[in-house]
């Protein structure tokens, strides 16, 4: 069995803006795409958790009703460190203490690091749940000749 990728939690927790970009596609319905505003690994829950606007949520749902696959595509503002995330949506709930912590640093690293983007991603906690995503495959998807090698792969 392969081992959860020591490097997705560190990318993770790197003090740098990172941004996100869920996307999913229901059988017979056009892909729907959303940004994704804060991410972390769950260690306890074995998920990757990422908060989304509740409208985008609803919009989500409504691609999703028979199809539970999607994907994440995180990356660091920085240098272009990127992941994949594939997997399928486990639960979705209002954003705990912790995740309105790692919001809210993403908007102060966004600030300080890129100011004009700042707005872009200033959303209010309240206005966001997290999603839980069972990851089925992470992929380091940095530009290089590394891109695309899986990192982890979950049996069964």
């Known amino acids: 069995m392969m081992q959860w990728p020591v490097a997705f939690d560190r990318?993770?927790?790197?003090?740098?803006?990172?941004?996100i970009h869920i996307a999913a596609a229901g059988e017979g319905r056009p892909p729907f795409g959303c940004r994704g505003y804060?991410?972390?690994?769950?260690?306890?829950?074995?998920?990757?958790r990422i908060g989304i606007l509740k409208s985008q949520w609803i919009r989500l749902q409504a691609c999703m009703r028979q199809h539970t696959a999607l994907a994440a595509l995180l990356t660091c503002g920085i240098d272009n460190e990127s992941?994949?995330?594939?997997?399928?949506?486990?639960r979705q709930e209002d954003l705990n203490a912790r995740d309105r912590s790692f919001l809210e640093a993403q908007?102060?690293?966004?600030?300080r690091?890129?100011?004009d983007y700042a707005p872009l991603i200033s959303?209010?906690?309240?206005d966001c749940v997290s999603i839980g995503i069972r990851?089925?495959?992470?992929?380091?998807?940095?530009?290089?000749p590394d891109a695309g090698v899986l990192l982890y792969e979950r049996e069964g």
């Open 11 to 19: 990318f993770l927790e790197r003090p740098v803006p990172i941004y």
């Open 38 to 48: 804060t991410a972390r690994f769950d260690a306890e829950g074995g998920l990757v």
């Open 135 to 144: 990851a089925q495959a992470v992929y380091q998807q940095t530009p290089g």
């Open 83 to 90: 992941y994949q995330v594939k997997g399928e949506l486990e």
């Open 113 to 115: 690091h890129f100011p």
């Open 107 to 111: 908007i102060r690293l966004t600030s």
């Open 123 to 126: 959303v209010n906690p309240a």
